[in-house]
């Protein structure tokens, strides 16, 4: 018998790809152990006839011969087919192990036969690559729900973790029938009133990570009633609030908790810190769930994770540029338009005696230039006070007050001395850096 199986709590991702997987393996059963999201169960309330799901425990898994496993192939996700494992150890031969995966390898890792694993966004697009190399047949339906695997693990392509090869694999689906406008109702049913309810409380209770540039907000919940879908509401706050990385810590009523990470900096690998506490996870998305301890004690080791895995954000002092071309306030403002144009800057500070007193850019000289004012010095129409920072400043504190004071250059001055200057450029070539 062949089994096709994933990790408990399937997502759309997980059956998408159990679906697509029994296109490349005509006859094999699917599996589930553990259970489905809550919005995957309310796709199968409406589909269960057409893509057909076994419970693992209602399988006689003594006859598997070959197990695919896909969207997961960590032995600590797999208990459901503990007894196929252990049987593949004892007698190699009577069972064949295949695996589908894009996860980061772990050190719990299945032994395979065969492995398919590839960084993209969504396994399903290993697998929709799979059936597109051979030409496969599928209709609207298998198309749609293929599609809802892509959209639901690379955030609809908008995750950093969205590969090239995802968004191909989307237009292949669509242009094979996939229906678009079905996917939100699938993928992000309304909240309910308990999901509601919990999501004000975790955005009321967030606290920060103290001494850490980055902004990673925890907040730590004790739930009388479970909602069914902790992941989802941890998503919603998560994009409600300004920070760059949010863990949630649930106690739920069964003295279990479950923490749930979410991160859009590259400086906070989620998976990482969740690896502290025995979960796992992506960069931007993973959980752990933690059996014995108080929620202090949880936040407490969070703390301690996020202090161990997590890099230090970038300062001003690494996207800065120095040394700074400097000019006088008794430069004439011809030739400093000459000299900006030929140094390629927007502008630049002004010092007087080593101290910087003002800033001027090419658009005050456009502006001067147009009120017939162009024959005088920089004096004239430079802008001071000057707002300045500092070069240990984190990056996102030095965009915020860019955006605050809507000015394209921050000079970065160590005591009195200019050591730098941040630009508007500086950050985008920051940001767009391979
Ligand atoms: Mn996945």
């Given at each position: 018998m062949k089994l096709i199986t994933t990790h408990e709590t399937a997502d759309f991702d997980a059956l998408a790809s159990c679906v697509a997987l029994r296109k490349l393996y005509p006859g094999a059963e699917i599996g589930i152990g553990g259970g489905v999201a809550p919005n995957v169960h309310q796709y199968l309330a409406l589909h269960g006839n057409r893509f057909r799901t076994e419970r693992c425990r209602d399988v006689d898994l003594s006859d598997v011969d070959l197990l695919i496993v896909t969207d997961v192939r960590r032995r600590s996700r797999l208990h459901h087919i503990e007894e196929v494992l252990e049987r593949a150890t004892r007698t190699p031969r009577s069972v064949r192990i295949v695996v589908w995966d894009h996860h980061p390898s772990a050190p719990d890792d299945l032994q395979s036969d065969e492995e398919h694993v590839?960084?993209?966004?969504?396994v399903t697009t290993l697998v929709v690559e799979e059936l597109a190399a051979r030409s496969a047949d599928i209709d609207r339906e298998e198309a749609t729900l293929f599609s809802l695997g892509i959209h639901e693990d690379t955030g609809s392509l908008a995750y950093s973790r969205t590969s090239s090869r995802d968004a191909t694999a989307l237009a292949w689906l669509l242009g094979h029938g996939?229906?678009?406008?079905l996917l939100q109702r699938f993928l992000r049913p309304p909240l309910d009133v308990v999901e509601r309810s919990l999501l004000i409380s975790i955005v009321d209770g967030i606290e920060e990570v103290p001494a850490f540039g980055t902004r990673i907000g925890v907040s730590a919940q004790e739930i009388e009633e479970a909602p069914a879908e902790l992941a989802r509401v941890t998503t919603e706050a998560f994009r409600m609030i300004p920070h760059d990385a949010l863990f949630c810590v649930y106690r739920l009523p069964n003295g279990k908790m479950h923490i749930i990470g979410r991160s859009q900096s590259d400086a906070v690998t989620v998976g990482g810190v969740l690896g502290e506490l025995g979960g796992g996870g992506h960069s931007g998305a993973g959980s752990a769930v933690v059996r014995e301890g108080s929620l202090a004690d949880v936040v407490t080791r969070l703390h301690t994770a996020i202090e161990k895995t997590c890099r230090h954000p970038e300062v001003v002092r690494d996207l800065m540029s120095s040394p700074v071309r400097t000019v006088t306030p008794r430069m004439p403002l011809r030739e400093l338009a000459h000299s900006l144009h030929e140094w390629g800057h927007a502008g630049a500070p002004v010092m007087e005696a080593g101290k910087l007193v003002g800033m001027i850019s090419r658009r005050d000289i456009e502006r001067a230039k147009r009120d017939g004012r162009d024959s005088l010095t920089v004096a004239s129409c430079m802008a001071h006070p000057v707002h300045t920072i500092a070069p240990d400043t984190p990056l996102s504190e030095a965009l915020k007050q860019m955006k605050a004071h809507n000015i394209g250059r921050l000079p970065v001055l160590e005591g009195a001395r200019i050591v730098g200057i941040l630009s508007r450029e500086d950050v985008l070539a920051y940001l767009y850096e391979e």
């Amino acid at each position: 018998m062949k089994l096709i199986t994933t990790h408990e709590t399937a997502d759309f991702d997980a059956l998408a790809s159990c679906v697509a997987l029994r296109k490349l393996y005509p006859g094999a059963e699917i599996g589930i152990g553990g259970g489905v999201a809550p919005n995957v169960h309310q796709y199968l309330a409406l589909h269960g006839n057409r893509f057909r799901t076994e419970r693992c425990r209602d399988v006689d898994l003594s006859d598997v011969d070959l197990l695919i496993v896909t969207d997961v192939r960590r032995r600590s996700r797999l208990h459901h087919i503990e007894e196929v494992l252990e049987r593949a150890t004892r007698t190699p031969r009577s069972v064949r192990i295949v695996v589908w995966d894009h996860h980061p390898s772990a050190p719990d890792d299945l032994q395979s036969d065969e492995e398919h694993v590839q960084p993209v966004g969504a396994v399903t697009t290993l697998v929709v690559e799979e059936l597109a190399a051979r030409s496969a047949d599928i209709d609207r339906e298998e198309a749609t729900l293929f599609s809802l695997g892509i959209h639901e693990d690379t955030g609809s392509l908008a995750y950093s973790r969205t590969s090239s090869r995802d968004a191909t694999a989307l237009a292949w689906l669509l242009g094979h029938g996939a229906r678009p406008g079905l996917l939100q109702r699938f993928l992000r049913p309304p909240l309910d009133v308990v999901e509601r309810s919990l999501l004000i409380s975790i955005v009321d209770g967030i606290e920060e990570v103290p001494a850490f540039g980055t902004r990673i907000g925890v907040s730590a919940q004790e739930i009388e009633e479970a909602p069914a879908e902790l992941a989802r509401v941890t998503t919603e706050a998560f994009r409600m609030i300004p920070h760059d990385a949010l863990f949630c810590v649930y106690r739920l009523p069964n003295g279990k908790m479950h923490i749930i990470g979410r991160s859009q900096s590259d400086a906070v690998t989620v998976g990482g810190v969740l690896g502290e506490l025995g979960g796992g996870g992506h960069s931007g998305a993973g959980s752990a769930v933690v059996r014995e301890g108080s929620l202090a004690d949880v936040v407490t080791r969070l703390h301690t994770a996020i202090e161990k895995t997590c890099r230090h954000p970038e300062v001003v002092r690494d996207l800065m540029s120095s040394p700074v071309r400097t000019v006088t306030p008794r430069m004439p403002l011809r030739e400093l338009a000459h000299s900006l144009h030929e140094w390629g800057h927007a502008g630049a500070p002004v010092m007087e005696a080593g101290k910087l007193v003002g800033m001027i850019s090419r658009r005050d000289i456009e502006r001067a230039k147009r009120d017939g004012r162009d024959s005088l010095t920089v004096a004239s129409c430079m802008a001071h006070p000057v707002h300045t920072i500092a070069p240990d400043t984190p990056l996102s504190e030095a965009l915020k007050q860019m955006k605050a004071h809507n000015i394209g250059r921050l000079p970065v001055l160590e005591g009195a001395r200019i050591v730098g200057i941040l630009s508007r450029e500086d950050v985008l070539a920051y940001l767009y850096e391979e």
